[in-house]
């Protein structure tokens, strides 16, 4: 499902990190997590009828919600409503520190959410149709939280992957990397954009395991910043 946000409106750096550090930290902890309803401002009906990015946030944030239900378990949209109010939250607190209308506090939380609820129906997509190399793949890492996740594309053997990585307690050192590749038996360069052929991120698997291999090219190349790296081994989960 994808978010039908207003264009140009632009999350802020740091909320966004702090939703990142946040969603990493619940797939280290291996379950499901985002949004619920108790996390409304009292002003909610008024906001409704004034603030047409907030009105547009709620709605799509509570269709999410009204899919999750349907799709995940009972367990896991329980952790998902309960920890979406702390998570709603921390960004309105943030947002209200940085002296914006709640309002707009509030419509930021709800796309934010809305966006992590949206991601998290594709891993639970992922983990029941983990065909060939397709899957959710959950990085391996003593100094970084992140996934992998590889979607069949249109062409036979092509694939769109995106890889997310958080350093472990430092939610301002993340980065993310969309890609395509082409699958060669059990091998993958990925097609990311970038213009030095010598800058190469490589994956192999073997069995329900992928390995990430960046080269020194990549690596000196500036691409994430931040000293994140994203050479591991990802296990596919599955359900």
Known sequence: MKIKKPAGRMMKKQLYNILCALCLCVLAMGTLA?????????????????????????????????????????????????????????????????????????????????????????????????NGVQGFYRMQSAAFNGYMTIQEGEGKGLYAVYIFAVQKGGAENNCELKAEGKLNKKKMRLNYGGDDPSATVDLAFDGESARVTTSGAFKASGWFGANVVIDAEYIREKK
Do not use: C
């Open 34 to 130: 985002a949004p619920a309803f108790a996390a409304l401002p009292k002003d909610h009906a008024q906001y409704m009828e004034s603030s047409e990015d907030y009105k547009n946030a709620f709605e799509q944030f509570t269709e999410g919600m009204r899919e999750a239900k349907e799709r995940l378990s009972a367990g896991e949209y329980k952790d998902l409503e309960r920890e979406n109010e702390t998570t709603v939250a921390e960004i309105v607190k943030e947002s209200l520190e940085a002296k914006d209308p709640e309002a707009d506090a509030y419509a930021t939380a709800y796309w934010m959410r809305n966006a992590y609820v949206n991601k998290a129906l594709v891993w639970d997509w992922l983990r029941k149709n983990a």
